[in-house]
C-alpha cells in the first residue's frame, strides 16, 4: 500500500509500506493492507512506517490520517525523523 506523511513545510514520506501504525488522538491504530476507510485525528507520539525490510519512525503531533483504497495520508503538523 501507499503512504505519504506531509507536514505544512513540505513532503516527509511517500512510497510504499506494508503497514504503519499510527498515534491516533484515542490511542494507537495499526493499518494493514486492505483496511476500511478512516479518518482519524492524529494525537502525540511515535509513527511508524514498515516497508518490507524496515522500520522507520517519526515523532509526530496534531494533524490528520486519512485510509482509503489501500493509500495512507497523513497530514501532522509536526514530524521528526528518529535516528
Not at 495499526?30 to 515523532?59: C, D, F, R
Request: proline residues 5%; glycine residues 10%.
Amino acid at each position: 500500500m501507499k503512504c505519504k506523511l506531509v507536514t505544512p513545510d513540505k513532503l516527509i514520506f511517500d512510497g510504499e509500506v506494508s503497514s504503519v501504525n499510527i498515534p491516533a488522538l484515542n490511542g494507537a491504530m495499526g493499518i494493514l493492507p486492505g483496511h476500511a476507510p478512516i479518518v482519524t485525528t492524529l494525537g502525540k507520539g511515535v509513527l511508524q512506517i514498515q516497508s518490507t525490510t524496515t522500520t522507520t519512525e517519526y515523532n509526530v503531533e496534531g494533524g490528520f490520517a486519512e485510509v482509503r483504497a489501500n493509500v495512507i495520508s497523513i497530514l501532522a503538523n509536526t514530524a521528526e525523523k528518529i535516528v
